[in-house]
């Protein structure tokens, strides 16, 4: 069991390890030059993403069943909608601070345990992936493919979402869940930082 939990850490650390490179923002502005492979990396070296889809998994996995993969499914699925949006134009005010804020609330959801009905918890989720899709979309028609590199930022946002699901069944002991719990402290305080930087 505890080599499994042990496991499940450094898939985490690993995989969060990418954004070390660039602590900068994932969406300069600046077009996509790639296809699959710039769009993997994205979301994966932008903390300000890697902090929201890892605490989007963390949150699944501390409610449980159906929420564990219920959060992590709405949120590509949302995210890819807001895509869309981004690549074609369609402007959305507050990109940055919806951004930033996803991090701050849903972290702040694992530190203190949020349990609110799965409705509510799938809508909170669905609404900050929508700044997080347009965000990657507006890069995506300077990307050599646009449906290569649309794969490759699901797919990035999958693993971070698996990589917070992951630590997240740590909440099954009261160290692992106090843990899990101080993971979202950590969250919660990037995204602030995030967020009065957006501001």
Same mark, same amino acid.
């Given at each position: 069991?505890?080599?499994?939990?042990? =496991? /499940?850490?450094?898939?985490?650390?690993?995989? !969060?390890?990418?954004?070390?490179?660039?602590p900068a923002l994932a969406h300069t502005g600046d077009a996509a030059a790639g296809g699959f492979v710039t769009g993997f990396l994205h979301p994966i070296l932008g903390?300000?993403?890697?902090?929201?889809?890892?605490?989007?998994?963390?949150?699944?996995?501390?409610?449980? =069943?159906p929420a564990v993969w219920l959060l992590p499914v709405t949120f590509p699925l949302v995210m890819a909608l807001g895509g869309m949006l981004g690549a074609a134009g369609v402007p959305l005010p507050g990109i940055e601070?919806?951004?930033? /804020?996803?991090?701050?609330?849903?972290?702040?959801? !694992?530190?203190?345990? $949020? @349990?609110p009905p799965l409705p509510v918890a799938a809508v909170i989720v669905a609404f900050f992936a929508i700044f997080h899709g347009h965000a990657h979309g507006a890069e995506m028609p300077?990307?050599?493919?646009?449906? /290569?590199? =649309?794969g490759g930022f699901v797919i990035g946002t999958g693993?971070?979402?698996?990589?917070?699901?992951?630590?997240?069944?740590?909440? @099954?002991? @009261? =160290?692992? $869940?106090?843990?899990v719990r101080g993971a979202g402290g950590v969250i919660a305080a990037l995204?602030?930082?995030?967020?009065?930087?957006a501001l």
């Open positions: 069991m505890y080599s499994k939990s042990l =496991a /499940a850490v450094a898939v985490m650390l690993t995989l !969060v390890s990418f954004g070390i490179a660039s903390w300000d993403h890697v902090i929201a889809m890892v605490a989007v998994g963390l949150w699944g996995a501390f409610l449980g =069943a601070t919806g951004i930033a /804020a996803s991090g701050l609330v849903i972290g702040l959801a !694992v530190l203190f345990a $949020a @349990r300077g990307a050599v493919s646009p449906l /290569a590199y =649309a693993l971070l979402h698996l990589c917070g699901i992951s630590f997240g069944l740590l909440t @099954r002991s @009261r =160290a692992g $869940a106090l843990a995204g602030a930082g995030f967020l009065i930087g």
